[in-house]
Every structure is written in C-alpha cells, then in structure tokens.
C-alpha cells in the first residue's frame, strides 16, 4: 500500500530534501505533495487525499503547531497523522506538539532510516523483517 504524504515547509529547497529522504528510505509513498506554510497546507488538504503530514514548525503565516491544532479542529482532517520535522528540539516544544497531537516528532537533521522507522510506525506498515499479520481474503474460512 502506498500512503500519500503532504510535506509543510517554507524552505523549497528543505522539502525537496524531505522528499528525496522519503523516496531513499523506502517507504511506500504514493504522492508527495507540497506547502509552503499551514495555509497553503490545509488548501492542500481540501483537494487531495492524504494519509500523513509533515511540516516544519518555524514558518510565516501559518507555523506547524497552528496547522496541528488546525487540522485536530477539522472534522475531517482531525484523524490524519501529523509529524513535526524541525531544527527546536527543546524538551518544552517537544511535549507541546504531542499534546497537541502530533504524532511524532523528528529533529532536523534526519537519516532516511529514522524516517522510515517513524512513517512505519505511525501508518502501521511492518519494519523489514517482520510479518505482517494481515491476511488476503483468499486466507479466510467462512
């Protein structure tokens, strides 16, 4: 299964880094899509599908924490998961986000592995090595 991520960062060149990281951990990303800041982002989110954001913190108009508190006010955006990707890895910040709900948080910089460990965790997708316990209709007995 590929998972359709949104990544927040007012840094073109930062996002273009997140992405390559993306695509060299080997995670199952389907669209990469981007924003520039929150606003932009929740525009993002009102036409496509996404399973997982991840934005940057520190950004004009909109920061990270705004579109998190944001999106868990949404309806529909409340239930998908949001990832804090920053350079602030105060303990204080930290706990913030995760009060807010975040998901998780990754303190730039960021090694493909560390990306994919938590994109595995956050979308249930099994580490290499382990099994996945779902099984395909063909398994079931009724």
């Known amino acids: 299964?590929?998972?359709?991520?949104?990544?927040?960062?007012?840094?073109?060149?930062?996002?273009?880094?997140?992405?390559?990281v993306i695509k060299a951990?080997?995670?199952?990303?389907?669209e990469l899509l981007?924003?520039?800041?929150?606003?932009?982002?929740?525009e993002v989110l009102d036409e496509h599908w996404l399973d997982l954001v991840l934005t940057d913190y520190n950004m004009p108009d909109m920061n990270g924490l705004e579109l998190l508190k944001?999106?868990?006010?949404?309806?529909?955006?409340?239930?998908?998961?949001?990832?804090?990707v920053t350079t602030d890895g105060s303990d204080r910040r930290v706990e913030e986000f995760l009060k807010q709900g975040a998901a998780a948080y990754i303190k730039k910089p960021f090694t493909p592995e560390q990306i994919k460990t938590h994109l595995n965790r956050i979308l249930g997708e099994p580490e290499h090595g382990q099994v996945s316990?779902?099984?395909?209709?063909?398994?079931?007995?009724?």
Do not use: C, Q, W, Y
């Not at 299964?1 to 390559?20: E, G, H, Q, T, W």
């Not at 316990?133 to 009724?142: A, V």
């Open 34 to 42: 981007e924003a520039g800041n929150g606003k932009e982002a929740l």
């Open 70 to 84: 944001a999106m868990k006010r949404s309806g529909t955006l409340a239930d998908i998961p949001v990832v804090i």
């Open 25 to 30: 951990s080997g995670f199952a990303h389907g």
């Open 133 to 142: 316990h779902d099984r395909s209709d063909e398994d079931l007995d009724f």
């Open 1 to 20: 299964m590929a998972f359709n991520i949104l990544i927040v960062d007012d840094s073109f060149p930062m996002r273009a880094v997140i992405k390559k």
